[in-house]
T-cell receptor
Framework: GAVVSQHPSRVICKSGTSVKIECRSLDFQATTMFWYRQFPKQSLMLMATSNEGSKATYEQGVEKDKFLINHASLTLSTLTVTSAHPEDSSFYIC???????????FGPGTRLTVL | RKEVEQDPGPFNVPEGATVAFNCTYSNSASQSFFWYRQDCRKEPKLLMSVYSSGNEDGRFTAQLNRASQYISLLIRDSKLSDSATYLCVVSPDQTGANNLFFGTGTRLTVIP
């Protein structure tokens, strides 16, 4: 069964609006969640590591004021793309660490299109 | 230079064929290695971890050559359902729980 869910699966918005994406761990507590972005025909790139109860750790080149991450509970992390622009259109995927071998499992992703 | 490099393909093979994908990584300190499978417009799913001694899971065989910083995936007796993009993934961590570096993937299409 699924380990992690994301909502929404698809969102289309106007330039300048903010979009919130939710990532939930299913039936277990995740103190750490990861947020990735994938542009067409490119590799997944880690944006940030979300830590429950503390600030997220952002990768180099990712603007923390533009991509707000909140990990307020052990089962939910949210990514808010603030003042979205067309160049933010991408596939956003979260992941969690789960299982006896500490493997990363990915959510189904959110496809964002900014008009 | 990219952390992980793969031949993007596409590889178009008939059902039943054997196909091999290769991948090279730039960080010699890498500790964990994986192959993920990604279907079109879906999330990546772990196919198998890659161990130094090489490992096999049914029709899939993975090999690691640390000296050459090279990873391979062999698929035998290809099925239509194998059609997907195969991602080579490397991590500097022992468990691969953090810091995953993804290749851009190799697209495979299995033809009836």
């Amino acid at each position: 069964g699924a380990v992690v869910s994301q909502h929404p699966s698809r969102v289309i918005c106007k330039s300048g609006t903010s979009v919130k994406i939710e990532c939930r761990s299913l039936d277990f507590q995740a103190t750490t969640m990861f947020w990735y972005r994938q542009f067409p025909k490119q590799s997944l790139m880690l944006m940030a590591t979300s830590n429950e109860g503390s600030k997220a750790t952002y990768e180099q080149g990712v603007e923390k004021d533009k991509f707000l991450i909140n990990h307020a509970s052990l089962t939910l992390s949210t990514l808010t793309v603030t003042s979205a622009h067309p160049e933010d259109s991408s596939f956003y995927i979260c992941s969690v660490i789960w299982g006896a071998r500490d493997e990363q499992f990915f959510g189904p992703g959110t496809r964002l299109t900014v008009l | 230079r990219k952390e992980v490099e793969q031949d993007p393909g596409p590889f178009n093979v008939p059902e039943g064929a054997t196909v091999a994908f290769n991948c090279t990584y730039s960080n010699s300190a890498s500790q964990s290695f994986f192959w993920y499978r990604q279907d079109c417009r879906k999330e990546p799913k772990l196919l198998m971890s890659v161990y130094s001694s090489g490992n096999e899971d049914g029709r899939f065989t993975a090999q690691l050559n640390r000296a050459s910083q090279y990873i391979s995936l062999l698929i035998r007796d290809s099925k239509l359902s194998d059609s997907a993009t195969y991602l080579c993934v490397v991590s500097p961590d022992q468990t691969g729980a953090n810091n995953l570096f993804f290749g851009t993937g190799t697209r495979l299409t299995v033809i009836p």
